[in-house]
């Protein structure tokens, strides 16, 4: 797939899901995602291939990440795409959600360690409006200027999913508050791209009865003032070498107080739907990278003969023609699921889907990505080809910003205890399954009513905890097939509506299948002794 391809696709992804709304014209979009492209075409995939083999590296106390990285973020400022996700007010372009995952998944296809390092401005954005109006203008001057970038600092040794654990503490003095404390993981705490680094980090600030008191507070730092903020180490990760993880230490570094004391689980959540959609973002883009990579090796590679002995590239293969066909309807479903999700206005509902998306399209973004290692074969598996980096890079989606098994306890505790956000999610899918041709709807709705009888059997279960995978699995899935309804319905608007009906048919053929299996798998775990006891 050429990267016009890739841009069309994405254009397409957001007229026909309707992400975008009123909130911005489309042929206002299309220029500004082509200089997206642009750049990451001819500057970041390039010094992502540099910077994955150098890695970001600790000396004496300070994170240097490779100098490709420092010259491609400059571009990235020279060209103004650092604006996208601030608002109006202080030169910014006010994106929409959607505008800005499409930005995501362009910069994760070509360069997700930087994609990381530059991915949390747009949501911290929103952040500094707890903070006083003059700091709040203070600190988005800094982003404006792109001398500032933002981290998350929440999980802790022992305090992981269990945020109720976090043991750093925030205490008021005379000056205001300072905060002492350990966090991990913390991607981009510090670097040599920007002079300033803006911290938002959950802290305790008291106790009420029994209970820690979660605040969130903004630490900033510079190159000239640490601000008590020590980077200890950096992890060794299996892929996103240039991007570093930070172990960081506060050692009563100064703050301001984001909003009230207490309101940290609130205002961090509302950065976390924004953060799970992203990483959703990222894995489609790994997925498209590479679907576009396999597309061009398999119709280049000459292997075997066809039934007249005359020589056939391995696209002729209908093994290979199988699973590129897989993974390009799959990348299309993937990012018209992620686009549908943006652009929705209820919350409730966005609180639902958010864990089933990202859960979903970084699943089957890995697995996509796998596929093209697989089209590839041997070579698939070499470092002097691409994807083998996206099979690393892609594979930490699974995992940060809640893991995929955390999503799916999320949607079975919280997700279907909300009536109103499953109502509304099942008037979406008949919505959008309305639109599509009398084919699709025949092979879409049954899978919707299966998600509604499975749903009234797992409300019902005791200890839903072993089928909550699958079941998330059956509720992307039914997502996934109202985001192929869009893209069917409207398969004129795209750059091949050929090929998009051909894709559509594909998808609607296998939903029978598909839905039967993830049924039963459900059926099978929510029995009371479907899982044995682990060990001896």
Request: aromatic share 6%.
């Amino acid at each position: 797939m050429t990267d016009s391809g890739h841009l069309g696709d994405i254009l397409f992804g957001l007229r026909a899901t309707g992400a975008l709304a009123d909130a911005w014209d489309l042929d206002a979009a299309a220029p500004l995602l082509d200089a997206c492209v642009n750049f990451a075409r001819s500057v970041l995939s390039p010094a992502d291939a540099v910077a994955d083999r150098e890695g970001a590296h600790l000396i004496d106390g300070r994170v240097r990440v490779p100098a490709s990285l420092e010259r491609a973020y400059a571009a990235y400022v020279a060209r103004g795409l650092h604006l996208m996700g601030l608002p109006e007010a202080h030169g910014g372009l006010a994106a929409p959600p959607a505008m800005l995952h499409a930005v995501t998944e362009v910069l994760a296809a070509h360069g997700h360690a930087f994609q990381m390092l530059v991915g949390l401005v747009p949501g911290g954005v929103r952040l500094l409006e707890g903070l006083p109006e003059a700091t709040s203008d203070r600190l988005m001057a800094a982003l404006a200027s792109g001398d500032m970038l933002v981290t998350m600092a929440m999980t802790e040794p022992a305090a992981g999913s269990d945020l109720s654990a976090i043991a750093t503490r925030a205490t008021r003095d005379a000056d205001g508050w300072r905060i002492d404390g350990n966090k991990i993981f913390i991607s981009g705490a510090d670097q040599s791209m920007t002079p300033d680094v803006l911290h938002f980090v959950l802290a305790r600030t008291g106790e009420h009865d029994g209970r820690a008191e979660l605040s969130l507070l903004a630490v900033v730092t510079r190159d000239d003032d640490r601000n008590g903020v020590e980077v200890r180490r950096l992890e060794e990760k299996l892929g996103l070498h240039a991007s570093p993880t930070c172990d960081v230490v506060f050692n009563g570094s100064r703050a301001d107080l984001v909003g009230e004391p207490g309101e940290g689980l609130r205002r961090m959540f509302a950065l976390m739907n924004h953060a799970r959609l992203d990483v959703a973002a990222q894995a489609v883009g790994h997925a498209a990278r590479v679907t576009g990579l396999a597309t061009d090796y398999a119709r280049e590679r000459r292997q075997g003969r066809d039934a007249d002995g005359r020589p056939v590239t391995i696209a002729d293969h209908r093994d290979v023609r199988r699973m590129l066909t897989d993974m390009e309807a799959t990348t299309l479903g993937l990012r018209a699921m992620v686009d549908l999700a943006a652009g929705l206005e209820d919350d409730r509902l966005v609180g639902f889907v958010t864990p089933v998306c990202k859960a979903y399209c970084t699943d089957e973004g890995q697995r996509v990505v796998d596929l093209g290692i697989q089209v590839l074969g041997g070579y698939g598996y070499l470092r002097d080809y691409e994807i083998e980096r996206h099979w690393r890079d892609c594979r930490v989606t699974r995992l940060y910003e809640g893991t995929n098994g955390i999503q799916a306890m999320t949607l079975v505790g919280r997700g279907i205890g909300d009536a109103h956000a499953v109502e509304a999610f099942q008037d979406v899918l008949a919505a959008n399954i309305a639109h599509a041709s009398e084919g699709f709807r025949a092979a879409a709705l049954p899978v919707a009513d299966a998600w509604i009888e499975t749903t009234q059997a797992v409300r019902t279960c005791e200890a839903p905890g072993a089928a909550a995978g699958p079941f998330l699995r059956l509720t992307a899935y039914a997502w996934y097939l109202a985001a192929w309804s869009c893209l069917e319905a409207k398969a004129d608007a795209s750059p091949s509506p050929r090929r998009v009906r051909a894709l559509a048919h594909h998808v609607a053929a296998g939903a029978e299948a598909e839905v039967r299996h993830l049924q039963a798998a459900v059926r099978r775990y929510l029995t009371p002794d479907a899982l044995p006891e682990i060990g001896p």
